[in-house]
């Protein structure tokens, strides 16, 4: 069975989004609102999209075509942008400040647009799923760290589509390349921080809010084997955590809709959703 290639997917007529929020002052420091027809209040999907952590690779509106699918079943979505590693001050900390400030915008623009933010589900696709297992583990960051919040926006569940949780294990595989990775945290050395320590979903630990990691059998950047092992480690601290695999897809189809593996997706969002 023959793969579906990027092409194929950003052939399709490309869906726009309600609205263009900025959550700073730099031109990839905002977000893009879907908003369901009606007057709500509307649940909510805060979306994130990979490409390695490079902003050369991928931006937002990748994930278009899945936040259209969404906002027609009447879920409204928070899709972010951020600045790459590859960009003025994105690596550590700079792009997870990104996205945490992007998600903790959903505070202040709830209200106005009838949203849901007390039951949030983060939805995150490749490096994109890592940040979505990472929002839900903001609160577990040290207090010394750059990237604590003493509120960080409260995830109520996490879809992850191929996503690269465990950044250490990501690294030592050389997915992505290691210069990502490295460009992300900035390379582990004997006596400077530890990199992972807070950046890491695998190393911040088991939460209360279930996760949900689906996976394309035919992956050739996110094996399945690897969110595997981070469910297993995951479920070893507790942790409500579920792995699915889906047969003869590969990493477009997991956010290509009318796809089995995006199916899914739907079909977790809306479990997580209630």
Same mark, same amino acid.
């Given at each position: 069975?023959?793969?579906?290639? &990027?092409?194929?997917?950003? @052939?399709?007529?490309?869906?726009?989004?309600?609205?263009?929020?900025?959550?700073?002052? /730099?031109?990839?420091?905002?977000?893009?609102? &879907?908003?369901?027809?009606?007057?709500?209040?509307?649940?909510?999907?805060?979306?994130?999209? !990979?490409?390695?952590?490079?902003?050369?690779?991928?931006?937002?509106?990748?994930?278009?075509?899945?936040?259209?699918?969404?906002?027609?079943?009447?879920?409204?979505?928070?899709?972010?942008?951020?600045? +790459?590693? =590859?960009?003025?001050? +994105? /690596?550590?900390?700079?792009?997870?400040?990104?996205?945490?400030?992007?998600?903790?915008?959903?505070?202040?623009?709830?209200?106005?647009?009838?949203?849901?933010?007390?039951?949030?589900?983060?939805?995150?696709?490749?490096?994109?799923?890592?940040? #979505?297992? &990472?929002?839900?583990?903001?609160?577990?960051?040290?207090?010394?760290?750059?990237?604590?919040?003493?509120?960080?926006?409260?995830? #109520?569940?996490?879809?992850?589509? *191929?996503?690269? @949780? =465990?950044?250490?294990?990501?690294?030592?595989? *050389? $997915?992505? !390349?290691?210069?990502?990775?490295?460009?992300?945290?900035?390379?582990?050395?004997?006596?400077?921080? =530890?990199?992972?320590?807070?950046?890491?979903?695998?190393?911040? +630990?088991? !939460?209360?809010?279930?996760?949900?990691?689906?996976?394309? =059998?035919?992956?050739? $950047? @996110?094996?399945?084997?690897?969110?595997?092992?981070?469910?297993?480690?995951?479920?070893?601290?507790?942790?409500?955590?579920?792995?699915?695999?889906?047969?003869?897809? /590969?990493?477009?189809?997991?956010?290509?809709?009318?796809?089995?593996? &995006? @199916?899914?997706?739907?079909?977790?969002?809306?479990?997580?959703?209630?």
């Amino acid at each position: 069975m023959r793969l579906m290639t &990027w092409d194929d997917l950003l @052939s399709r007529p490309m869906p726009t989004a309600s609205e263009h929020l900025a959550y700073g002052p /730099g031109p990839l420091q905002f977000g893009e609102l &879907w908003l369901p027809a009606g007057k709500g209040p509307f649940p909510v999907v805060v979306m994130i999209h !990979g490409g390695c952590w490079a902003s050369s690779v991928a931006q937002l509106t990748i994930m278009n075509y899945v936040a259209e699918d969404l906002r027609e079943r009447g879920i409204a979505v928070w899709n972010l942008e951020y600045r +790459g590693f =590859d960009r003025p001050g +994105g /690596g550590y900390p700079g792009t997870f400040q990104d996205v945490a400030a992007g998600a903790d915008l959903l505070a202040t623009i709830g209200p106005a647009h009838h949203l849901k933010i007390d039951h949030v589900v983060a939805l995150g696709h490749s490096a994109g799923g890592h940040f #979505a297992a &990472w929002l839900a583990a903001r609160g577990r960051i040290a207090a010394a760290s750059p990237l604590h919040a003493a509120h960080p926006l409260r995830i #109520a569940g996490v879809v992850s589509l *191929g996503g690269l @949780s =465990d950044l250490e294990a990501v690294h030592a595989l *050389g $997915i992505c !390349g290691v210069e990502n990775v490295e460009g992300l945290v900035g390379a582990a050395r004997p006596g400077v921080r =530890d990199v992972w320590a807070d950046t890491s979903p695998a190393r911040l +630990g088991a !939460g209360p809010e279930p996760q949900l990691f689906i996976d394309a =059998d035919r992956d050739p $950047i @996110s094996p399945p084997s690897l969110d595997a092992a981070y469910v297993a480690k995951m479920r070893a601290l507790g942790a409500h955590v579920r792995q699915v695999t889906v047969p003869d897809s /590969g990493h477009a189809e997991l956010i290509a809709p009318g796809t089995a593996a &995006w @199916s899914r997706a739907l079909e977790a969002v809306d479990e997580l959703l209630r």
